[in-house]
Antibody
Framework: QVQLVESGGGVVQPGGSLRLSCAVS????????MHWVRQAPGKGLEWVTL????????YYADSVKGRFTISRDNSKNMLYLQMNSLRAEDTAVYYC??????????????WGQGALVTVSS | IQMTQSPSSLSASVGDRVTITCRAS??????LNWYQQKPGKAPELLIY???SLQSGVPSTFSGSGSGTDFTLTISSLQPEDFATYYC?????????FGQGTKLEIK
């Protein structure tokens, strides 16, 4: 069955860095775009970033552009999110999610369980 | 593209028919998806491409619309349907979600 498992969350000071990982299994990872979506405590969902199936194109929300970097290793079925210059407002649960593709409205059909990132001094 | 859901919260009873609306700030064709999220859990996809039911989702859920106006309808509320619902546009990046609609038991 499809599984997405995030790791790497934790507490970091403002200005610090953290790298999230998402281990994927159960589908052909190299065929699909992948996203990171976050949710601040008690708030709604915020789309963060997308990487296309081959890593060729990457897109970012304005709120993280220049600070966050998405990447993937198709040989290892791994997705990553490098987060630098972290701010208090980046505190959230971060989900990795699989994109079904444009025929399916670019909907996210599988999600990880989430990784909590807390930015605090 | 800004996505606006209404209402932000809704009280209803088991067996009720409920409709949630999502409006896009510009035309997104049918690149509109609906998710359900329960406390402490990841969102789950209900409807993709405005009106297609995701595999495994009960047929009490349905979606409609195109362009800028969309609706999610639950034809007969079940106890497990009380949750928060989000719309999401997949038309262009940055992809965006509505602010959510919290469906509570009356």
């Amino acid at each position: 069955q499809v599984q997405l498992v995030e790791s790497g969350g934790g507490v970091v000071q403002p200005g610090g860095s953290l790298r999230l990982s998402c281990a994927v299994s159960g589908f052909t990872f190299s065929n699909f775009g992948m996203h990171w979506v976050r949710q601040a405590p008690g708030k709604g969902l915020e789309w963060v970033t997308l990487i296309q199936y081959d890593g060729g194109n990457k897109y970012y929300a304005d709120s993280v552009k220049g600070r966050f970097t998405i990447s993937r290793d198709n040989s290892k079925n791994m997705l990553y999110l490098q987060m630098n210059s972290l701010r208090a407002e980046d505190t959230a649960v971060y989900y990795c999610a699989k994109d079904q593709g444009y025929v399916y409205g670019h909907s996210f059909d599988y999600w990880g369980q989430g990784a909590l990132v807390t930015v605090s001094s | 593209i800004q996505m606006t859901q209404s209402p932000s919260s809704l009280s209803a009873s088991v067996g009720d028919r409920v409709t949630i609306t999502c409006r896009a700030s510009q035309s997104i064709s049918t690149y509109l998806n609906w998710y359900q999220q329960k406390p402490g859990k990841a969102p789950e996809l209900l409807i993709y491409a405005a009106s297609s039911l995701q595999s495994g989702v009960p047929s009490t859920f349905s979606g409609s619309g195109s362009g800028t106006d969309f609706t999610l309808t639950i034809s007969s509320l079940q106890p497990e349907d009380f949750a928060t619902y989000y719309c999401q546009q997949g038309y262009s990046t940055p992809y965006s979600f509505g602010q959510g609609t919290k469906l509570e038991i009356k």
